[in-house]
């Protein structure tokens, strides 16, 4: 059962330190996507990726955020320096998009992440 | 961009009854629409999807209606249990520039079934 990987599944933090998130998508997706998740916000895009390339990170603030893929296997969300603001679930999603159809996306457990 | 409107924010119904999530969508190129549950603590998970050359879908329990004309699409579940308690997401793909497309999400609906 193929499944979407995010680590770390919980991290608190204080403020100003720097945090890392990891995201292993579904093995032949091409597309990846960062969202974070609040009480108010729902689903916010935050990076979206097709074929390890960054096509839309206009939801991401930049002078803080920044999201890769260093490779097929591996997407990183790096926050620095994190601000307590920046609480909230981060979920990765991978799906298969070819033209302009695309298929189910599937998300990981997301990464609870507390700044304080 | 596309943006997708979702109502109503919270729904509470007695065990038995149905209930019915609507969405309006902006983007008239929007060609996929699909419906994520999303339990408490748990990540986002597809129920039902449709595309736009289908006007219903329907899965047991549960079916989804699509109204190009209006630009809206709805949810609808019948004989509700309390295992549909869940927050409900819909969705909307759309074309977003710069050879990109992607889902953009309704702020979510929390359902709750009512023993």
């Known amino acids: 059962d193929a499944r979407v990987t995010q680590t770390p599944r919980h991290k608190v933090t204080e403020m100003g330190q720097e945090v890392t998130m990891r995201c292993q998508p579904i093995?032949?997706?091409?597309?990846v996507f960062w969202y974070r998740q609040t009480m108010m916000q729902g689903l916010e895009l935050l990076a979206y990726f097709r074929n390890r390339a960054p096509l839309d990170d206009s939801g991401m603030p930049k002078d803080r955020f920044s999201a890769e893929m260093p490779d097929a296997t591996l997407a990183t969300l790096k926050i620095q320096p994190s601000e307590p603001r920046d609480s909230a679930v981060y979920f990765c999603?991978?799906?298969?998009?070819?033209?302009?159809?695309?298929?189910?996306?599937?998300f990981g457990e997301g990464s609870r992440l507390t700044v304080l | 961009g596309e943006n997708v409107e979702q109502h109503p924010s919270t729904l509470s119904v007695q065990e038995g009854d149905s209930a019915v999530i609507k969405c309006t969508y902006s983007?008239?190129?929007?060609?996929?629409f699909p419906w994520y549950k999303q339990e408490l603590g748990k990540r986002p998970q597809l129920i039902i999807d449709?595309?736009?050359?289908?006007g219903e879908k329907k899965d047991q329990r549960i079916a989804v209606t699509l109204n190009k004309t209006a630009k809206h699409f709805s949810l609808h579940i019948t004989e509700t249990q309390p295992e549909d308690s869940a927050v409900y997401f819909c969705a909307s793909h759309a074309y977003s520039g710069a050879g990109s497309y992607q889902l953009t999400f309704g702020k979510g609906t929390k359902l709750s079934v009512i023993p």
């Open positions: 983007d008239s190129a929007s060609n996929y």
């Open positions: 093995l032949g997706h091409n597309t």
């Open positions: 449709i595309r736009s050359n289908v």
């Open positions: 999603a991978s799906g298969r998009t070819s033209g302009g159809n695309t298929g189910e996306l599937f």
